[in-house]
């Protein structure tokens, strides 16, 4: 996370100092444990501390046997933490505003098995998409690698997949995503 920002500085414009902000040197943490539906520990998770209003963010791992983390220090401010893992439905915390010093453990952050979605023989070119839209509203859109579209890890249900833009004919289908399964489209 950045200590200092400098703006609109020049090659031409002579010694540049940058002095951190003391305001932004960190000395919080985050804290919590991910599982599965069952309780169990999910192994080798991403965890992916989220300061409000910067830009990146660093990619921490919980323990593989306990699926705890502490992660940090940190500059304060609002914190939210993205978590991921393989065959799992992505999730992430509420956000909780915290002061230099503080401490915040979220608890069982729970994961939910997934599925994924491979459009195959869509070509990729200017305009052209895929996109699936859950039974709940929320969207992803789709990637591409040379002729085929990839989603990332879609929670189980039904919902649909539309696809096409530019010079392909846009169509819709409805879609079941299956927990652990790769649906082919």
């Given at each position: 996370?950045p200590?200092?920002?400098?703006e609109?500085?020049?090659?031409r414009?002579?010694?540049l100092?940058?002095?951190?902000?003391?305001?932004?040197?960190?000395?919080i943490?985050?804290s919590?444990?991910?599982?599965?539906?069952?309780?169990?520990?999910?192994?080798?998770?991403?965890?992916?501390?989220?300061?409000?209003?910067?830009?990146g963010?660093?990619?921490?791992?919980?323990?593989?046997?306990?699926?705890?983390?502490?992660?940090g220090?940190?500059?304060?401010g609002?914190?939210?933490?993205?978590?991921?893992?393989?065959?799992?439905?992505?999730?992430?915390?509420?956000?909780?505003e915290?002061?230099?010093?503080?401490?915040?453990?979220?608890?069982?952050?729970?994961?939910?098995?997934?599925?994924?979605?491979?459009?195959?023989?869509?070509?990729?070119?200017?305009?052209?998409?895929?996109r699936?839209?859950?039974?709940?509203?929320?969207?992803?859109e789709?990637?591409?690698?040379?002729?085929?579209?990839?989603?990332?890890?879609l929670?189980?249900?039904?919902?649909?997949l539309?696809?096409?833009?530019?010079?392909?004919?846009?169509?819709?289908?409805?879609?079941?995503?299956?927990?652990?399964?790769?649906?082919?489209?």
């Amino acid at each position: 996370f950045p200590r200092a920002v400098a703006e609109n500085v020049l090659a031409r414009s002579g010694e540049l100092v940058i002095r951190p902000d003391p305001a932004r040197t960190g000395r919080i943490r985050l804290s919590g444990r991910v599982v599965d539906v069952r309780g169990e520990p999910v192994t080798s998770a991403r965890i992916v501390p989220t300061l409000l209003g910067t830009p990146g963010s660093p990619i921490e791992e919980c323990d593989g046997q306990t699926g705890r983390f502490e992660v940090g220090p940190y500059s304060p401010g609002t914190w939210s933490v993205l978590v991921q893992a393989t065959g799992y439905v992505q999730a992430r915390t509420p956000s909780v505003e915290l002061a230099n010093g503080d401490a915040h453990e979220f608890g069982d952050i729970v994961l939910h098995r997934g599925g994924r979605l491979a459009v195959l023989g869509l070509s990729k070119g200017p305009g052209v998409g895929a996109r699936f839209t859950e039974g709940t509203g929320k969207e992803h859109e789709l990637y591409a690698i040379e002729n085929r579209w990839f989603s990332d890890w879609l929670a189980e249900g039904r919902g649909w997949l539309v696809t096409g833009g530019g010079e392909v004919a846009l169509t819709a289908r409805r879609v079941d995503v299956l927990a652990g399964e790769t649906q082919e489209v």
